[in-house]
């Protein structure tokens, strides 16, 4: 008696990445860890969970429905999940209520990378301030930012 194995083809291996689109985003990394450590900072995600069992029962569930539907800002560097906490709620660990509505706005055109990076860069709409430094304190400007970008997109 023989098997027959079917076999799955091959993963497609990394992106190739040009030095010139490597330094872009070690550019990049720099801004969001620079930007995000002045807003609450940014941690991986194990030291998140290890934040969140003090907080709910059930950190692995919580963090991976915020990761895979997106209401949660992180973005991967160096084979790590990064999530910035400036958009949790002091104490609870609970992303902001205004967050939803912001991420809204700008998933659909995004990666995860570039999504994180739109909440470290200076904005225009916001006095060149970051929307990471303003959602807790004026949550509609971050929204109307999001919105401005949004519209510029799609017209």
Known sequence: ???????????????????????????QYALMHDSFGLHGGLVGSGSFLNLLKGVCSQPISRLARGIVDRTLVNFSWQGEILIPLFQFSEGSLAPRTELGDVLAELRDDRDDWELAHWFALPHPCLAERPPAALLASQPACVLNAARVDRFITHG
């Open 1 to 27: 008696m023989s098997l027959a194995l079917n076999f799955a083809p091959p993963a497609p291996g990394p992106e190739l990445v040009s030095p010139a689109q490597l330094r872009l985003r070690e550019g």
